[in-house]
């Protein structure tokens, strides 16, 4: 057995401009096939089996990862939180010069550090996922239209009538299937269906809503209830039982 193995891979948490973790307190988790500490702006992940290859091991990582860049975004509002792959610690236990302790290099290219101008400064990084699944198809669609609207692309009554519409679709039937399926109350589901139908002002999606525009409160209430409902959807694929009910409450409780 002298075949090199990846012991460790190495990730570089990325951010825009509004974000800084410079003052994060260091993060340790510890899951199935590795163990991950984040501090100072760098996730390592030490592998627990043996990998042949980079490849492999980031096989094992990346799925992680991804749950966990979801959940930053519609779990705990880190949006911007994301590990860009650095490099992989390979051990090489049979090096050359007959060094029989093996020995430690690193493969893959180094990510450029950007200077930012730092707006929202976090004294934590996310918590790492719950039991999720974000890349199921269902919450890559309405992922992928999550970021449209971020992005400008989209309006807030027609992205919000999209994640309704999507829901229905889902649970093949109307609201008491979607209410049952994903453990949401009705009224949460009719307030969305209300708000993105007959008001939004110069966004609106109906006639009826132009001279209507959202209020502070509306607006808060629909971009926190969607994206709750966006995260649920990543649960209920995940496998997450005994889910609490989503319910009007939560939201008077989180609004500004």
Not at 130 to 143: F, M, Q
Request: proline share 6%; glycine share 6%.
């Amino acid at each position: 057995m002298n075949d090199p193995l990846v012991a460790a891979l190495i990730y570089k948490v990325r951010n825009d401009e509004s974000v800084d973790y410079s003052n994060a307190k260091p993060l340790e988790h510890e899951d199935d096939g590795f163990r991950v500490k984040v501090a100072d702006g760098t996730a390592r992940f030490e592998m627990k089996q043996h990998h042949a290859t980079e490849h492999e091991a980031r096989a094992v990582v990346e799925p992680f990862i991804r749950n966990w860049e979801f959940d930053a975004c519609f779990g705990s509002r880190h949006e911007h939180f994301h590990l860009d792959f650095d490099r992989a610690e390979i051990v090489d236990r049979n090096p050359d010069k007959g060094d029989a302790s093996g020995s430690i290099h690193v493969s893959g290219a180094l990510v450029g550090t950007l200077e930012v101008a730092a707006v929202i400064k976090y004294l934590r990084y996310p918590p790492p996922p719950p039991k999720i699944d974000s890349d199921h198809p269902d919450v890559r669609t309405l992922d992928d239209r999550h970021r449209r609207y971020r992005g400008g692309e989209d309006r807030l009554p027609a992205f919000a009538y999209y994640c309704f519409t999507e829901l229905l679709r889902q649970a093949q039937g109307g609201v008491p299937e979607v209410a049952r399926r994903y453990n949401v109350s009705r009224p949460v589901l009719k307030e969305i269906a209300r708000l993105s139908s007959t008001k939004g002002g110069n966004e609106a999606r109906k006639a009826v809503g132009v001279e209507d525009p959202y209020s502070s409160d509306e607006r808060h209430f629909l971009e926190s209830a969607l994206r709750r409902l966006i995260r649920r959807v990543a649960e209920y694929h995940g496998g997450n039982g005994d889910l609490p009910q989503i319910t009007m409450d939560d939201f008077k409780a989180d609004s500004v």
